[in-house]
């Protein structure tokens, strides 16, 4: 049991090394007291308006959540905003983005629906995400005409994507891949596997309706639309006016970066990536770190703060008795 335990724990400590790393490449390529100083100049309508398009962003992906486990259990938008939350509240204080299994805790043991199945709409989540942020970076870059690191790092996030897709193809149609039954009779020895890889495969089964498929991908767009328009927000806040181009890179670009297994809140590899993304669209070093500490920080005073109400709201619920998952249309 302790061997099984490992590898989380190698990987949480790898991701705490990592943001170490990333925050002194910050410091010492940016002049830190100009930045506060940028900051302490910040206009409070402006953060205003960019905590506003960051709670939109946040609802709107909780709506898509709920969209893609619908075909799995009807939960009301509500909760699944709080089991969002909770999930961003975990990933705040826990390194390599551990939430993604609290929510999916949570919601198996609040609404009675399988974990793993609940943890296979959140793989779908994220392989969605990932298709979308890197076509934003990518028509941001042919827009700006960016070159260098920073066009290399989204065509390694495009590869990335795509092995994404495919394997998520293979999840949903494993049981026809050549070999699967020879597969399925090796896994009869341990029941429990089989048994997780089926309702696993029931979560990831979502993607394959494409009216919920298309759902996804048109509120990802949304969210992200938000999102850049909080960045655009907060550079105005800071007295930088960023084009929509340069909101998009910089949005999409700290979203891949947070792929990176890194320490709690993705601490340090999001204010790197800001810094040398800004710095490849003409925007200084300071400014960059700013509007990067200005969106993070407000993410996460709103994620931690709408998490601590989901979990005392969540804390009064009993548990359900986890119920099989719908038969597919």
Sequence with gaps: MIRVARP????AVLGIAISFVALAFVAGSV??????????GAAPGWLVAAAAFLVVDVAVRAVRWQRLLAPVAGVSLPRVLG????????????PARLGELVRCHYLGDREGVSRTTALGTVVVERVVDI???VAIAAIAI????????????VLIGAAIAALLGVGLAVGIAAHRVPGADRLAGMTARWPRAGELATKLREGLAVAGRPRTLAE???????????????FAAAGQAVGVELTIGQASLLAAGVALAAAIPSGPASLGTYELAAVRIGQAVGVSAEASLAIAILTHGLTLVITTGGGLVALARVAVVPPAREVEAPPAD
């Design 31 to 40: 002049d830190l007291s100009a930045t506060a100083g940028v900051l302490a």
């Design 216 to 230: 996804a991908l048109t509120l990802s767009v949304v969210a992200w639309g938000a999102t850049l328009l909080a």
């Design 142 to 153: 042919l827009v700006l005409s960016v070159r260098g690191i920073v066009a290399g790092a």
């Design 131 to 133: 298709v979308v942020v």
């Design 83 to 94: 089991y969002l939350l909770i999930g961003y509240l975990a990933n705040n204080v826990l």
């Design 8 to 11: 989380p724990i190698l990987r």
